[in-house]
């Protein structure tokens, strides 16, 4: 880490957090009530600095808010409460549409067959610099807690993938490529993925949304979401997945979370 950002974290995270900043979280973003304090003041250090180096832009016609800046920062930054040393350092900006946007397609099917278009999404995660979201969705799962569904979180799961290579090792039909067979983790996410591709077939119920049965990546994010909001239905379903989400995110939600 260059020496002058290092001295720069050091010195903006002793500013005491903004009692007005505590009240948006405390209104706004279901999980912080139920922090402990140690916990929140950990968290308030890390969005000190998230905050202070990544760039939010209102897209669509959206007028950025203080508020909005905040609930994406608390989400993304409880993902690193215990891995603060990289904050997202591939990550430069953070757009935020009013609602579903449109974005173009391009896809080039077995055959060699293009296909382009356009399609609405919700939220998208750019190798690695640029994250987008749609308020609309953000202020759904505000309102929905424990449904299994984070935006933020979904696409800031993302950025941990591209670091990390956290689904890397599994092809998209869910085999272990050659040379990961010793990782537990790969094993594990291989087969969570292969058993929510089969239930997704079957179109039968999961504790993971199906959309993470489109691809290794995707399980991944849908998994960190199902952690968070659904831990003891994950912790059930899917024990070995939740060990290792556990260990990678260093904390048991069940725990700190309630």
């Known amino acids: 880490m260059p020496i002058l950002r290092y001295l720069r974290r050091k010195w903006i995270t002793r500013r005491p957090f903004p009692e007005e900043w505590q009240k948006t979280l405390n209104d706004r973003v279901p999980f912080y009530p139920g922090l402990s304090a140690e916990i929140r003041e950990k968290l308030h250090r890390r969005m000190i600095v998230f905050l202070d180096e990544k760039l939010f832009e209102g897209c669509g016609g959206l007028e950025l808010t203080e508020k909005m800046r905040l609930v994406v920062a608390a989400h993304a930054c409880l993902l690193i409460l215990e891995e603060p040393s990289d904050y997202y350092s591939g990550l430069s900006s953070i757009l935020i549409y009013p609602k579903d946007y449109v974005a173009p397609v391009y896809e080039v099917a077995p055959g060699g067959v293009v296909t382009e278009g356009w399609e609405p999404r919700s939220g998208e995660s750019w190798s690695p610099g640029i994250i987008v979201l749609s308020w609309d969705d953000v202020r759904r799962d505000l309102r929905n807690p424990s449904d299994g569904r984070n935006l933020v979180w979904h696409e800031f799961a993302h950025q941990l993938d591209y670091r990390y290579g956290l689904s890397a090792g599994i092809d998209p039909e869910g085999t272990v490529e050659h040379g990961s067979e010793e990782d537990e983790w790969t094993t594990t996410l291989s087969a969570a993925y292969q058993r929510l591709r089969r239930k997704a077939r079957r179109r039968e119920q999961d ?52």
């Open 207 to 258: 504790v993971l949304d199906h959309y993470g049965s489109v691809s290794p990546a995707e399980c991944f994010a849908v998994a960190t979401e199902c952690f968070l909001e659904k831990p003891r239905l994950l912790q059930k379903q899917y024990p070995g997945l939740y060990r290792g989400l556990e260990t990678f995110y260093g904390f048991d939600p069940v725990l700190i979370l309630g």
